[in-house]
């Protein structure tokens, strides 16, 4: 018989409810080549000493291979379980990622006994493929040993007293555990909470680093006094330890998108989504699952959940949302630019509009929407007044005080004006995404958004590129920042070069490479001009990048300045209404207006060029010029500045400075190559200043350089005209 040696290269006791049992397991990990690469005649030798019947190995390195060494592993697990005097022991087992690796769990009553018998299972196996005529004399060997081994403890997993929530996902959960955590407080509840940045009693600090698994669970329920628990469950802690708490009364799934694939023997994203979903499996009865309906792997996890099912969706036309209401659950969504709740019985009830939610950005914000849908619907699922969520959504800010990390935003004086800085916890590709389309939102027209990128070293090669694709499509400038402390075994040059590719992907390079997070944020701030956005991803120097900030003069944004700049992005202006008004009114009514309002914002360049207008409305072109340069010297943006240039030179033309309105209406057509109103102001004026010739030769390079007619292609060089796009 082939040597097929069997080697155990974990095993791992998992405290709480897991990805194969409800309560507590035995995971065993193996490895066996041997037998996976072994003939059939080998395998069915061994197979029958074990009175295992029908069976098919299949070919040696082979799906069904695979399958057979799983079924193996299963039953040499039971026979020892019962000659050791455990009883019927169920096993379950999957698949590795490579021939021969195969996981085995079971569950577990005392740690020395469960210990003992997953570190026995591969000296065993190893035994009976050796020696098959022995299976009863091996088997007894192995069961003494076990016999004989110090029982040890039972599971210690805290068992809750108070209702708890447990939050997961793959990005937004230690946001919606905070929201949540918030709402409880608001609702006079004494809460505790533990996440990946660590656990918080009544916002203060229990202890810090990272606690999303059962030791955070314990710290959190055993602080005293607590009355409401909410619990950050993050994948390690589920594959290593199992949750840490045996069952809960709300559980919330944000998301599941590519992140830590390739670790723990999990290496797809239905694999990642199967571990996400054990927070549903111990969900009350009488409580409630809340889950994203706008995620497929995470709607599929209604047909497993225990509890009652409460969706989440942006949509309110939501196939799941609809589903969810009329099979007797609930839903959470966005109505009419409200936080609305959604039943089978009466019409919707709008909560707060999304302009009263600071966490949203103005709206601008998609996944902290979905965090907020969450958030409420899990407070709601707690027994929670309407009032305090309500309140809760209200009060709950975006800063490093509540929310630090996570969309924190500041604005940031450079040579020309104010740039805006987003700082944010963007891991992988969901986080790249979100912060750029926040970043995108934010920054004014004309603007450019800058990206700073470095990748985790636990990423696969395919995220990393992604990263960078992800980064070269959203951003106009891409910079490498290197984070030592979370390279995780790669180099620098490894991460940087697989995000490299993902950039030259999509036709981008990286315009500049740092060596740490602090010499990134310090260098590239230089770099920025007035209505830039440099979205600036935090991970291993958090701390000290939030004091350089302080330090350098960063201001906090507020969300009704966060709300401003979103108008701003869209071209809109808060006064908007208040223009559109006295434009109604008789012109001298208008003047009047206008000057009020330039006192009352005296800094701000559009309404400077709404009183502009306002006079040329008037017939007092020349006093409006003034205002016109004062509004383009103070920053004056797209769309806006264009027709303010056109307006300056034609009331200089009105007036008859026929020299100035030539030289303005020259560099207006210079700068808006584009536009035919430009041209033609550059001829007419050039003409009224005794600039005819040269008026002429430019109107004619302007008309040869945006012919349309393929015909005419042909004689725009030799006519001295080069023909745009």
Not at 243 to 267: K, Y
Request: aromatic share 4%; glycine share 10%.
């Amino acid at each position: 018989m082939t040597d097929a040696t069997v080697r155990v290269t974990e095993v791992r006791l998992l405290e709480g409810p897991n990805l194969y049992y409800p309560r507590a397991a035995v995971k065993v990990m193996l490895s066996a080549p041997g037998i996976s690469a072994a003939s059939r005649q080998d395998c069915l030798r061994v197979a029958q000493a074990l009175g295992m019947k029908r069976t098919a190995p299949g070919q040696p390195d082979s799906e069904q291979r695979q399958r057979f060494l799983v079924r193996l592993a299963r039953r040499v697990l039971r026979t020892l379980g019962q000659h050791a005097g455990l009883g019927g022991i169920t096993a379950r087992g999957r698949d590795g990622a490579e021939w021969g690796d195969i996981t085995i769990a079971f569950r577990w009553w005392r740690q020395g006994t469960g210990q003992a018998m997953g570190e026995a299972l591969g000296p065993l196996l190893n035994a009976l493929w050796q020696a098959p005529q022995d299976v009863d004399r091996l088997f007894a060997e192995h069961a003494a040993t076990v016999r004989g081994t110090d029982p040890g403890r039972r599971p210690n997993v805290v068992r809750p007293t108070v209702p708890v929530a447990s939050i997961t996902g793959t990005n937004g959960k230690t946001t919606t555990t905070r929201i949540l955590a918030h709402i409880a407080m608001t609702a006079g509840k004494v809460t505790a909470w533990s996440s990946t940045d660590g656990v918080l009693r009544q916002g203060a600090w229990l202890v810090k680093g990272d606690y999303s698994g059962p030791s955070g669970a314990r710290t959190a329920l055993e602080s005293g006094g607590v009355e409401i628990g909410i619990l950050e469950t993050a994948r390690g802690g589920l594959l290593q330890k199992g949750m840490g708490v045996p069952v809960n009364d709300v559980s919330v799934v944000t998301n599941v998108s590519a992140d830590h694939l390739g670790t723990h023997g999990i290496d797809t994203l239905d694999q990642l989504a199967e571990v996400k979903g054990i927070v549903t499996h111990v969900t009350k009865p009488e409580g409630w699952s809340v889950l994203n309906g706008d995620d497929p792997r995470v709607w599929a996890m209604r047909h497993s959940a225990t509890g009652r099912i409460w969706c989440f969706s942006l949509d309110p036309s939501s196939p799941a949302l609809r589903e969810a209401v009329e099979s007797g659950g609930r839903g959470m969504t966005v109505l009419d630019n409200s936080v609305a709740l959604v039943s089978g019985v009466g019409d919707p009830e709008h909560l707060v509009p999304l302009a009263d939610v600071p966490m949203t950005l103005g709206g601008l914000s998609r996944h902290n929407v979905a965090n907020v849908l969450a958030a409420a619907a899990a407070a709601l699922g707690l027994g929670l007044p309407r009032e305090a969520v309500v309140e809760g959504l209200r009060t709950f800010m975006p800063d490093r005080t509540l929310n630090p990390a996570r969309m924190n935003t500041y604005r940031w004086r450079v040579a020309d004006g104010w740039a805006t800085i987003v700082c944010d916890l963007a891991h992988n590709e969901a986080g790249v995404e979100a912060v750029l389309e926040v970043a995108d939102g934010l920054r004014l027209p004309g603007s450019d958004i800058h990206i700073t990128l470095g990748g985790l070293g636990d990423r696969t090669d395919e995220i990393l590129e992604s990263m960078g694709v992800i980064a070269g499509r959203g951003a106009d400038k891409t910079h490498l920042v290197t984070k030592d402390h979370y390279l995780r075994g790669r180099t620098a040059d490894d991460v940087f070069g697989h995000m490299r590719a993902g950039l030259a992907s999509v036709g981008a390079v990286p315009a500049a490479t740092w060596p740490d997070e602090v010499s990134a944020m310090a260098g590239v701030t230089e770099l920025l001009h007035d209505g830039d956005v440099l979205a600036f991803t935090l991970h291993d120097m958090r701390d000290a990048v939030m004091q350089w900030l302080d330090d350098h003069g960063a201001q906090p944004l507020t969300p009704r300045q966060i709300a401003s700049l979103v108008r701003r992005s869209r071209g809109e202006h808060e006064l908007d209404a208040n223009f559109a008004a006295a434009a109604e009114a008789p012109a001298d009514q208008r003047v009047a207006v206008m000057e009020q309002l330039v006192s009352e914002h005296e800094d701000d360049p559009r309404v400077r060029f709404e009183l502009a207008r306002a006079l040329d409305a008037a017939g007092r072109g020349e006093e409006a010029i003034p205002q016109h340069e004062e509004a383009l010297h103070r920053g004056l943006r797209e769309p806006q500045r264009f027709v303010s240039l056109m307006e300056r030179a034609l009331a200089a033309h009105t007036a008859g400075r026929h020299e100035q309105a030539f030289v303005w209406a020259t560099e207006l057509s210079e700068r808006y190559d584009d536009s035919t109103a430009a041209a033609a102001l550059a001829v007419l004026t050039g003409a009224e200043a005794g600039r005819t010739q040269e008026a002429s030769r430019s109107a004619a390079q302007w008309m040869l350089g945006h012919s349309v007619t393929p015909r005419d292609w042909e004689f725009t060089d030799r006519l001295g005209g080069t023909r745009q796009g």
